[in-house]
């Protein structure tokens, strides 16, 4: 779910058309409702915090497998996915990715690091060379948010108390 406050602060959770369902990936204009929700699959639960960063909401799910009314002690461990989907809208060209392996996901992570370009030389003084890379990690899977000027952030939500 993302809620947008129109300013009145109240969100009329009743009205038929206030959140839209962006389930299939296409995007919502926020102008005309008061939010977004995203549905997941049967037997599917969120399973970690969510990270924004860019933008980019990411946050992780386990899919139990259906074994119908056996209670069977199997090795399956379900299907785990990193999801990552716009804050703003709840666009997503590939809304996940599965985890291989199954199971419960950890968090994922926001992380900024510092490469050298593919077949640098650098040895000494190599800072020039270096470039800062914004990534979200979760165990061992990587996923890398479209680019934000670096060393630039600006506020984007705040909140503040008026008298």
Same mark, same amino acid.
Request: charged share 25%.
């Given at each position: ?14 009205? !038929? ?44 799910? *386990? ?84 680019? *934000?000027?670096? !060393? ?12």
């Amino acid at each position: 779910y993302m809620f947008q406050d129109q300013g009145d602060n109240s969100i009329d959770m009743s009205a !038929d058309n206030s959140m839209v369902n962006v389930t299939n990936g296409a995007g919502v204009d926020l102008s005309t409702a008061d939010g977004w929700y995203m549905e997941l699959n049967p037997l599917e639960k969120v399973v970690s915090n969510a990270v924004t960063l860019n933008g980019i909401t990411f946050f992780n799910t *386990s899919q139990l497998v259906d074994d119908g009314d056996e209670l069977t002690c199997s090795g399956n461990l379900g299907t785990a996915r990193a999801y990552h989907i716009s804050f703003t809208d709840g666009s997503a060209d590939d809304k996940f990715q599965e985890i291989p392996g199954g199971g419960l996901p950890p968090s994922p992570v926001p992380v900024i690091v510092e490469l050298l370009p593919d077949n640098s030389t650098c040895e000494v003084d190599c800072d020039e060379y270096k470039q800062k890379v914004e990534a979200i990690v979760s165990g061992t899977t990587v996923l890398t948010p479209p680019g *934000s000027e670096l !060393d630039a952030r600006k506020r984007r939500y705040w909140f503040e108390e008026i008298d």
